[in-house]
């Protein structure tokens, strides 16, 4: 069983537009509504590789009975706690012109009282998880070292964590040693505290990270490709060009075929094909965390791995 964790889930909209002018009335063309935030994209991928997940964290209101009904249909076990105040939306606005605007609700504040029947209800799900997945932004009113919590409980079980968010919950949940993080470029050159100009620097920060305590560390850099450091070796892998249609959840997409390949075991350089894959099929449909698996077979033929260092 693999746990997902989303403090800040999302009823995520995906409108097509063709033009977005502030200021103006701003018609869309479609829309498409869907349980979203960055732990539940990762539920969604590993369901349709025929894992059993849990999908924990707060839901609220409307929105997030919208989100457990979702889920349940999906077969993804629902373990969230119920706050007061709704669940956010998200907007992402694809124009022809080829710009995503995104809009960002803040979500409900989480009180201390929520996050202690959300501890609980933690501590009770480490008893049947083997691997726990931690992703996204925190909620409003979840102090930044939650996640550094949520690895030191699960380390104590045994349980290996994957972390993926961003800023300070990123930097003190490094300093409780994950088994895995997977930043984006940006939210790595945050922990170095420097600029990344090009592959060979991104690959030394990636090792000191390592360095520190953090058996994997996977470096997502967009449509360039990903890089995986782990055991002092230092891998990277880029899928042949495929359409773009939607990014959101590419980065959620590694995590999950990373997930997968650590409950099957699989070497580094298989791990890294099948998620620079998965992430790249991803990319090619316009729904969110939907992967069309003969894509992924198509671009795993065709990859090849570099060893940098
Ligand atoms: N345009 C693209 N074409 C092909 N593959 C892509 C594209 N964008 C992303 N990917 C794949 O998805 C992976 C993750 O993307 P990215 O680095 O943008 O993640 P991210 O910034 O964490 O995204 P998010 O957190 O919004 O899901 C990339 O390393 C790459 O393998
Ligand atoms: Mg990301």
Known sequence: MILTVTLNPAVDKTYTAGELIAGHVNRMRTVMSIAGGKGINVARVLRQY??????????????????????????????FVRVEGDTRVNMNILSDNGYVTEI??????????????????????????????LSGSLAVGAPDDIYATLISKASDRGVRVILDTSGEALRKGIEAGPYM????????????????????????AALSIHEKGVEHVVVSMGKKGLLSVSG?????????????????????SVVASY???????????????????ISAANATTLKNADIPKEIVEELEKTMTVEVLI
Do not use: W
């Open 50 to 79: 025929g894992h059993s997940v849990y999908a924990a964290g707060f839901l609220g209101g409307y929105t997030g009975d919208f989100i457990e009904d979702q889920l349940n249909r999906e077969g993804i076990g629902c373990r």
């Open 104 to 133: 960002l609700e803040p979500g409900p504040e989480i009180s201390g009282e929520d996050l202690n029947r959300f501890f609980a209800g933690y501590d009770e799900l480490m008893e049947e998880c083997g691997l726990v997945v």
């Open 181 to 204: 993080i997977k930043p984006n470029q940006r939210e790595l050159e945050y922990i170095v505290g420097h600029k990344l100009v090009n592959r060979e620097t991104v690959a030394h």
């Open 232 to 252: 002092n070796k230092v891998y990277f892998a880029k899928a042949g060009k495929v359409e773009a249609l939607n990014t959101v959840s590419c980065g959620d």
């Open 259 to 277: 997930a997968m390949s650590m409950l099957e075991g699989v070497s580094d350089e298989q791990a890294l094909v099948r998620a620079a894959a």
